[in-house]
């Protein structure tokens, strides 16, 4: 059993890329917990889209501008995951409802071992995927959620 679980966490911790100042302490602890356990990271970036009605024109260039943003975030990313673990990340940008293409993208990825999320700082709310996936939506998840608290954002970078 022992065996099996070691193996496993040879495996891939996904983070969300959401842009938020959070995510990138994910995206740091994700990257020492890979070369812990000579794992991998992946980013996943969800665009959840607001329909204009009546604005075709306006809908399809907002949608091609949010594509354009949620790319920068990944690949920003992704350099930062490259330069900590010398590995290059997982990337997936998908379209839809965030917590929804969360769960389905771990479970279409058997080696997903891991969310990693970090929790907002200095609020009563840590942010809406760790109220969720520590809530609700926990029941759904097929892996474990590591939760890095905000306090210790920015710490390892003093």
């Known amino acids: 059993m022992a065996d099996e679980i070691k193996k496993k966490r040879r495996g891939v911790f996904l983070v969300v890329v959401d842009g938020t100042q959070e995510f990138t302490t994910a995206v740091d602890y994700a990257s020492e917990f890979a070369n812990a356990e000579e794992g991998y990271v992946a980013l996943l970036n969800v ?31 992704a350099g930062r995951v490259l330069e900590s673990t010398q590995n290059i990340p997982m990337v997936s940008i998908e379209e839809g409802d965030r917590s929804d293409r969360i769960i389905k993208t771990v479970e279409g990825n058997k080696n997903i071992v891991a969310l990693v999320l970090a929790s907002a700082s200095g609020s009563s709310n840590p942010g809406p995927l760790v109220t969720y996936f520590s809530g609700k939506g926990l029941s759904r998840l097929p892996v474990p959620l590591m939760i890095v608290p905000g306090h ?3 710490a390892d970078q003093a």
């Not at 009605?53 to 990313?77: D, L, N």
């Open 47 to 77: 665009i959840e889209h607001t329909p204009v009605s009546g604005w075709q024109g306006i809908e399809a260039r907002v949608r091609k501008e949010t594509r354009a943003q949620a790319e920068q975030m990944i690949w920003t990313a």
């Open 152 to 154: 210790l954002i920015g």
